[in-house]
């Protein structure tokens, strides 16, 4: 089964600094997440612009 997400809903990936972590934040946005927060192991973190 395929997720169904809303526009409303928050995805949260953990170790999202690999390959797989940003594979599945960009699923989320395909499937629909409003937003997607990712963690990652570092002490700095870049973020994506959500458009």
Known sequence: MIAKLRPDE????????????????RFARLLGAG?????????????ADES
């Open 35 to 47: 937003r997607v927060i990712g963690s990652t192991g570092k002490m700095t973190l870049r973020l």
């Open 10 to 25: 928050t995805v949260f990936v953990s170790a999202a600094a690999g390959g797989v972590g940003t594979a599945a934040g």
